[in-house]
Nanobody
Framework: QVQLVESGGGLVQAGGSLRLSCAAS????????MAWFRQAPGKEREFVAA????????DYADSVTGRFTISRDNTKNTVYLQMNSLKPEDTAVYYC????????????????WGQGTQVTVSS
């Protein structure tokens, strides 16, 4: 079992930055691929970014490529999402998720989820 707790969300103006963190419990954090998803009101949950177990491989949605960076620190059992050049359309609840094995873009394939953190970008 892995428990995930996100933090770092908030209100920011367009063009600003935020850094989300997701702290994981358990001793096997390095066994899990990790990802960030987001869900805006009335929309489906969508893939944002993913990182492999070692951190050596990352994947990004086209909408965030070049603006967001996912990273992890396996010594701290934490995954991060650095978000720069934020846009109003980035407004959503952001969730971190984990799964054993390889990264995937499909949220239904992730076993463990945090409670979410709200990110609001004002224009």
């Amino acid at each position: 079992q892995v428990q995930l707790v996100e933090s770092g969300g908030g209100l920011v103006q367009a063009g600003g930055s935020l850094r989300l963190s997701c702290a994981a419990s358990g001793r096997t954090f390095s066994s899990y691929a990790m990802a960030w998803f987001r869900q805006a009101p009335g929309k489906e949950r969508e893939f944002v970014a993913a990182i492999s177990r070692s951190g050596g491989s990352t994947d990004y949605a086209d909408s965030v490529t070049g603006r967001f960076t996912i990273s992890r620190d396996n010594t701290k059992n934490t995954v991060y999402l650095q978000m720069n050049s934020l846009k109003p359309e980035d407004t959503a609840v952001y969730y971190c998720a984990g799964r054993p094995g390889a990264t995937l873009r499909t949220y239904m394939r992730y076993d463990y989820w945090g409670q979410g953190t709200q990110v609001t970008v004002s224009s």
